[in-house]
């Protein structure tokens, strides 16, 4: 399955790596790489509270089955990857309910290859 690379500007040089699974998901991830998809350019899904062997500078990952693009979204579910790792034991409450995470200044930089 392909893999991706989210970057924030909040984080520079950091980039969290998520799997899509779903064709039409990865078709929408590389128009936004390619510059084609203008609009819904940002990722949000549900975070697992384990590392990912694809991901292993978090002890968290983006469930495949739970990804999508957005334009908008509400600021509850907002924050850096790297602000997660550190709160990550506070996320599924308050913080990120549901564990539902939607950094607003998410991009999808590049196809990664492992």
């Known amino acids: ?10 984080s520079p040089g950091v980039e969290f790596i998520f799997e899509l699974t779903d064709e039409n998901k ?13 609009n819904e350019v940002h990722v949000h899904g549900r975070i697992l ?3 990912a062997s694809y991901n292993k500078k978090f002890n968290f990952y983006l469930d495949p089955q739970t990804i999508n693009f957005f ?3 509400i600021e509850v579910c907002d924050a850096d990857m790297t602000y997660v790792e ?3 034991d506070e996320a ?3 913080f990120l309910p549901g564990s539902h995470w ?8 590049r196809e990664v290859t492992l």
């Open 1 to 10: 399955m392909p893999y991706f690379a989210l970057t924030q500007p909040s």
């Open 26 to 38: 990865i078709a929408h991830a590389r128009r936004i790489i390619s510059g084609e998809e203008r």
């Open 49 to 51: 509270k384990k590392q």
């Open 71 to 73: 334009e908008m979204m």
């Open 86 to 88: 550190d709160h990550l």
């Open 92 to 94: 599924g409450g308050a």
């Open 102 to 109: 939607c950094p607003w200044n998410s991009n999808v930089s």
